[in-house]
């Protein structure tokens, strides 16, 4: 039994900014990928969106069609396709399949905007990317990949957490990037803290709290973790974007697990969603 669904804040909604995240199911052959568009600039100074009137100044200014979207859902359109093509659908295939995805359809995509080393400004100019999770379940293992905040978990039966991916997106980092030097004084309204950030920080390795994004750059791959996990019967997969992290390690998702309260779950994801979140739910029956 598989289900798939995004779940996106009423606010979010009513100010129409772009749905960044996407998924894919291939019931199949039990393909899982989500993927998560990283949000560009749509100025130079940026409206203020805890609020519901700079969520409806930023929506106003926002690129249409969102690159941040297009490529969200390239990733998780081609993650099947490319899988496919392996006998042994296991971490190395899936290593390549990001591999692909990245270097070929992203680096592509952001090509046709006119944007590489020579153009990017980090900014409104900045390289389309998104965060990307697959998994591949194959009798009683999976097979995972993820980047950055995208993540991958297994519950028992019971709703109890038996894995989880780690989350080395940028909020894991941030106490020691803001030490920089160069960022003192500043927050993240500031466009000068954001171009640093984006240009020494993001998919580079040389520095230690660095995190990835996979842009076309080949040094997103250095951010790509894989691994196999165990998957007993009756247990539960559950792929997902960091928008919705908090709510499935959470004592009310967990008891909604264990009784596979499914539309619950997704229920309780569209009320709890601060902006918006993906989820994929396989029950290995």
């Keep these: ?9 009423k606010k979010k909604k009513i100010a129409l900014i772009p749905v960044e995240d996407s998924f894919n199911v291939d019931s199949e052959n039990r393909i899982f990928a989500v993927a998560d568009g990283v949000t560009r600039d749509p100025s130079e100074f940026l409206p203020d969106i805890s609020t519901l009137k700079g969520k409806i100044e930023f929506s106003l200014k926002y690129q249409r069609p969102s690159s941040a979207a297009i490529v969200s ?8 396709v490319y899988l496919r093509d392996f006998t042994n659908k296991d971490e190395k295939a899936i290593r390549e399949t990001i591999k692909e995805i990245n270097l070929v359809d992203i680096r592509r995509y952001n090509l046709s905007l006119g944007i590489n080393e020579q153009t990017v400004d980090y900014l409104t100019k900045d390289y389309a ?9 194959e009798r009683d293992l999976v097979y995972l990949g993820f980047l950055t905040d995208c993540g991958v978990a297994i ?5 109890n957490l038996k894995f989880r991916t780690e989350n080395q997106g940028p909020d894991k980092h941030d106490k020691y990037i803001w030490q920089d030097e160069r960022l003192q004084g500043m927050d993240w309204k500031n466009p000068k803290a954001r171009k640093i950030i984006r240009r020494y920080y993001r998919n580079n390795p040389l520095k230690p709290h660095s995190f990835g994004v996979l842009t076309g750059e080949e040094t997103a791959m250095h951010y790509v973790r894989t691994t196999t ?9 559950i792929v997902y974007t ?3 992290e908090q709510i499935i390690f959470s004592g009310e998702f967990s008891d909604k697990l264990r009784k596979r309260d499914i539309k619950g779950i997704e229920k309780l994801c ?5 902006t918006e979140g993906t989820l994929i739910h396989y029950s290995n029956l």
């Design 129 to 137: 990317g998104c965060v990307l999770s697959i998994a591949h379940v």
């Design 73 to 80: 859902r390239l990733a998780t359109g081609k993650a099947p």
């Design 229 to 237: 996990q165990e998957i007993k019967p009756n247990e539960h997969l």
């Design 155 to 159: 519950f028992d039966e019971r709703g």
């Design 270 to 274: 569209r009320k709890k969603v601060k």
């Design 242 to 244: 960091d928008g919705l």
């Design 1 to 9: 039994m598989v289900r798939g669904f995004i779940a996106i804040n």
